[in-house]
């Protein structure tokens, strides 16, 4: 047999951005405690809306499952006589596990006859241990950001203000910071009166259905949608539903119902970034194009409650967005009274870091490194001198009106007030894209100034900051360094560019010489080592399989592009018959490689053998050769190349002791094997590979 089981926990209002983490833990949280009591169940369901959070679990058994013990004792000629009585040890042990001598079981193992006693536990009814699991599942649900209120001392995302749990028809009776639970839920806020009675967990969703409170999330998110496209056929237009905002939107309200409004048209001679962000951050309205893509001047918003007096509340929100779109122009038209180069000295006021200066001094290094970069990808003159020109102004709109008031607009407004100055749209552009990427799915910059003034920012914020030791560590990352230092691999891996990590490191610490609080040389290492964890995530999202990351990532990776084409070569390789080969005759040299000294040379009169001199000469000959193939980037081809040695090395053990008792002679074939090794490694570390 089994029942139903309903939990809800009622709540002030839960921001929406932690509802989907919080079902995601309790779901997990419910399923491991059930599991662990050996409770078997049907389909675990968790929803809810910003009042309530639900969890629904079909077919719970009515008892948990007997609980089967086997317990392995002693050697059957220690709990037995010869005679078959129990020895003291043998009664012994059958009391210990509740049983009768009689009832051990003797069986045959693999180091000969030992006793067992079987057990089985009966197990208990579950609504007999529902109080004390359900009770658990509340206390040990956490969250990144929880509360206490009034005297409790328990924490949770927001006070609870009722719970209802449900067995079957059977109320659970358990209580949470002072709250008990019963057989009751509320409805909306506003539309709903009173207590609802739920007799049985089937009757919940239509009941609070009744009282104007959808529950489950998905059927309110599918609601919106489909009251938005019904918008959108009868004004003919197409409203821009954004994933994060239309999820953020859903879980604002527990009935909802999506509206037009519309705002005066001359709002839209903003920039549209600007329309967008007042509507979408600001207000949580979702913009309306026409089949062109080209703003309207109406919006959509979703109201928590029915369609009843549905012209008041457009009016009430056309009304606070004409106040919003009016305070934005104004800010737009003042910020145009003045160029955005002279705002560029008003960044002497503002702090970027207290051991590094103002964003002005940053604005400098950026210069810099903008042209250092230019120049080392060998950008044409008007490139290289628009890139310092972007550089110049990339942090100018910091100071402006319109970026003080909507922050997400930084290098928006910088575009366009370029734009309206009269500057390049290259330079123009590079303001904009100097930002990019923001996050993890964000399009990167397109154009060569945008990529070199973006880099040239991003390794500044990194380099610095390693510089007086603000270093990223667990969930630490404050200036977001980890996320910069991605864009910067993603931008170099994308447009294919030919400038080294080495480089851009190096002429970040040239800059900041006065600066640093670290040693020089630990600054490097340190921030050579945060790339490499990038490029590790670079190389998994490439499908580069974990011993060839490990091998690539072991040898010099300061050629970013240069690393994920290295990495697909050896995985194209690894295919082909001749990568056994190449293994086998790295391992075979490698193993005695390790033993040459550091420092020495190959002497050709030490020579015993015509297969030393001949490996020797076909390891010159070959080094010359997957030299230049390497310069062409020719890694598979170079890798088929290094197999043709085996020959040579195997010749060599066949027919001298590598370790000969003369110490000369030894010390000249290990440190030949050491070269041959290590030229074998020159496009990965082949150490590092593993051998299914």
Sequence with gaps: MSKDLLLEIGTEEIPARFMLSTFDRLERLAQDKLTDNRIETGTIKVTGTPRRLVLYIEDVAVNQADLKKEVRGPAKNIAFDDEGNPTKAGAGFAKGQGLTPDQLEIRDTDNGEYV???????????????????????????????????????????????????????????????????????????????????????DYFSALEEEYVIVDHNQRREMIVEQIKKIEEEKAVNVVIDDDLLTEVNFLVEYPTALCGSFDQEFLELPSEVLITSMREHQRYFPVENDAKELENLFVTVRNGTAEHI?????????????????????????????????????KDIIFQEDLGTIYDKVERIIALADKF???????????????????????????????????????????????????????????????????????????????????????????????????????????????????????????????????????????????????AKVKEDVVDFFKLRLEKLLEEADIRYDVRDAILATDCSDIHDTLIRAKAVMEFRAKDEFDDLIAVFNRVNNLAQKASEESIVNEELFESDTEVKLYADYKELDDKV?????????????????????????????VRVMAEDEAVRENRLYLLKLVAELLSEVADLDKIVID
Aim: charged share 30%; with cysteine.
């Design 627 to 655: 030299d230049q193939l390497l310069s062409d980037q020719d890694y598979v081809t170079a890798l088929e190349e290094l197999t043709t040695i085996k020959e040579s090395v195997d010749a060599v053990f066949d027919s």
């Design 374 to 520: 230019a120049q080392e990808l060998d950008l044409s003159n008007i490139k290289i001198d628009q890139a310092t020109r972007a550089a110049k102004l990339a942090k100018a709109d910091l100071v402006t009106e319109m970026v003080n008031e909507f922050s997400k607009l930084q290098g928006v407004m910088g575009r366009e007030y370029a734009l309206l100055d009269g500057e390049d749209q290259e330079v123009a552009t590079a303001i904009f894209e100097h930002y990019l990427p923001r996050y993890a799915a964000d399009i990167l910059p397109e154009s060569k100034v945008g990529q070199v003034v973006s880099i040239a920012d991003k390794i500044d914020n990194i380099v610095a900051c390693f510089s007086v030791g603000i270093i990223p560590t667990g969930s630490q990352d404050p200036y977001a360094l980890r996320r910069q230092a991605q864009g910067i691999v993603n931008i170099i891996v994308d447009a294919k560019l030919d400038i080294t990590l080495d480089t851009l490191i190096d002429s970040s610490l040239e800059l900041l010489d006065d600066e640093i609080q670290r040693p020089e």
């Design 116 to 202: 067992f006693a079987s057990t089985t536990e009966e197990g208990q009814e579950t609504i007999k241990l529902l109080p004390q699991l359900l009770t658990e599942v509340i206390t040990e649900l956490n969250f990144s950001k929880p509360m206490r209120w009034a005297n409790q001392e328990m924490r949770f995302i927001r006070p609870i203000k009722w719970l209802l749990a449900l067995y079957g028809t059977e109320k659970i009776d358990f209580s949470v910071a002072e709250v008990e639970t019963d057989n009751w839920s509320l409805g909306h806020r506003f539309l709903s009166e009173g207590q609802i009675e739920i007799s049985q967990p089937a």
């Design 311 to 347: 012209d008041t509340v457009r009016h009430g929100n056309e009304k606070v967005l004409q106040a919003r779109l009016s305070d934005a122009k104004f800010f737009y038209e003042e910020d145009q009274v003045k160029s955005l180069e002279s705002k560029v000295k008003k960044l």
